[in-house]
């Protein structure tokens, strides 16, 4: 089975751009976040849906940042305008409601984004 | 509010020696627990994890974890170290009541043939 699936894996990009980050969680799994990771700050979680809608968002740094999820098989996390210390790995995981009681994540490989 | 606290950012091992990772929790109701193991380029994967009953717990690739409320630790330990096992770890804990995973700042596996 594929597991969740981030595009792009590298993106490199100026100052001031608009980024998208797309997601394609597992297929079933009604639960989807999306994680930051920096070597400053660790591994902070930004926002996560449940069936598609958005439950806790505290984590989003400003209105700068944006995720939609349109569908179950499709989420997407923007940046606009992009800042060089946006720049962090980016990953997006699914959960099942089956293994909610247990917190379990399924993560993907992330999404490596550099703004210069 | 809960969280976790890795003791150690590095740790250094010979191949057949203890893997011993640290970390303590805090946490006013009984916790959720886990570890995950990220290798060089890749997401997170689930090690192991506890949520009720046995205290010791197995997971993939030979790790355990023991769970030990009086010490409010959850340490991670394999008996002898692979030179597959170099990567990084974090433990984590599942906020009371929601469906978020707090992660601690992760201990990078170091192992020396």
């Known amino acids: 089975d594929a597991g969740v699936i981030q595009s792009p894996r590298h993106e490199v990009t100026e100052m001031g751009q608009e980024v998208t980050l797309r997601c394609k969680p597992i297929?079933?799994?009604?639960?989807l976040f999306w994680y930051r990771q920096t070597m400053m700050r660790g591994l902070e979680l930004l926002i996560y849906f449940n069936n598609n809608v958005p439950i806790d968002d505290s984590g989003m740094p400003e209105d700068r940042f944006s995720a939609k999820m349109p569908n179950a098989s499709f989420s997407t996390l923007k940046i606009q305008p992009s800042e060089p210390r946006d720049s962090a790995v980016y990953f997006c995981?699914?959960?099942?409601?089956?293994?909610?009681?247990?917190?379990?994540?399924?993560f993907g490989e992330g999404s490596r984004l550099t703004v210069l | 509010a809960q969280s976790v606290t890795q003791l150690g950012s590095h740790v250094s091992v010979s191949e057949g020696a203890l893997v011993l990772l640290r970390c303590n929790y805090s946490s006013s109701v009984p916790p959720y627990l886990f570890w995950y193991v990220q290798y060089p380029n890749q997401g997170l994967q689930l090690l192991l994890k506890y949520t009720t009953g046995a205290t010791l717990v197995k997971g993939i690739n030979g790790f355990e974890a023991e769970f030990k409320k009086s010490e409010t630790s959850f340490h991670l330990t394999k008996p002898s170290a692979h030179m597959s096992d170099a990567a990084e770890y974090f433990c984590?804990?599942?906020?009371?009541?929601?469906?978020?995973?707090?992660f601690g700042t992760g201990t990078r596996l170091q192992v020396f043939p």
């Open positions: 984590a804990v599942r906020k009371y009541n929601t469906d978020k995973l707090i």
């Open positions: 995981a699914s959960s099942s409601s089956v293994q909610r009681g247990t917190g379990e994540l399924f």
């Open positions: 297929s079933g799994h009604d639960y």
